[in-house]
């Protein structure tokens, strides 16, 4: 059968969380255009894993062979056109497509080393320097706009589920990096000022 019957095209409003962790894994999303949030529950708080856009795949991380469902949340940022793909026709198409699983195997292996890198920033470098970071990672992922800010609207709260802090700590860190003239803002977007400063505070560990 064509790939037509095995996949279905959905519109996502802002805000909407689309994949809920813990549900039933039934496929995988393919984001067309947008930028999703993909997040999990740590505790009592909120932390988001990463970020995703045009292209990038979301719901993968439930594949396994003992998967009981998604391991994580996406909620779009923005309006977010994606392409779901049920599982069994997904899974059948990796056993017949060598170049596919090997693609999907070196972006698990990506996805590992940053998953160990945050683990690391976590436990051993300073706020400043995970928010530092973030900002620096964003530009990279997803450039800048015509004002010269980091191209993604993304609320203090985001900045601090991202960097495994409180809302409050991040408030405080970006009046401070302000202050130090490394990053700009203007309204929910940000601009790095001094990167040169800025990746100096991601090499300083605790």
């Not at 996805?111 to 300073?126: D, F, I, V």
Request: glycine residues 8%; charged residues 25%; contains cysteine.
């Amino acid at each position: 059968m064509p790939i037509d019957s095995y996949r279905k095209n959905f519109l996502i409003k802002k805000g909407e969380t689309f994949i809920k962790e813990g549900d039933p894994l039934t496929g995988i999303y393919f984001i067309y255009s947008g930028k999703v949030k993909v997040h999990k529950t740590w505790g009592a708080k909120e932390l988001i894993v990463r970020f995703a856009s045009d292209g990038a795949i979301v719901g993968h991380r439930g594949l396994s062979s003992n998967s009981t469902g998604f391991p994580v949340s996406a909620t779009a940022l923005e309006t977010t056109t994606v392409c779901f793909i049920e599982l069994d026709f997904f899974l059948s198409t990796l056993k017949v497509n060598p170049a596919l699983t090997f693609e999907l195997m070196m972006f698990y292996a990506d996805e590992l080393q940053e998953s160990e890198r945050r683990m690391r920033n976590l436990a051993l470098m300073p706020v400043k320097g995970r928010l530092a970071r973030a900002f620096i990672q964003l530009e990279e992922q997803f450039g800048l706009n015509d004002d010269g800010n980091i191209n993604i609207e993304l609320s203090r709260q985001d900045y601090a589920s991202f960097t495994g802090t409180t809302y409050e700590t991040v408030f405080r860190t970006i009046n401070e990096l302000i202050r130090e003239d490394l990053i700009s803002v203007q309204g929910k977007l940000f601009g790095i000022k001094n990167r040169l400063l800025l990746q100096a505070l991601t090499e300083q560990l605790a």
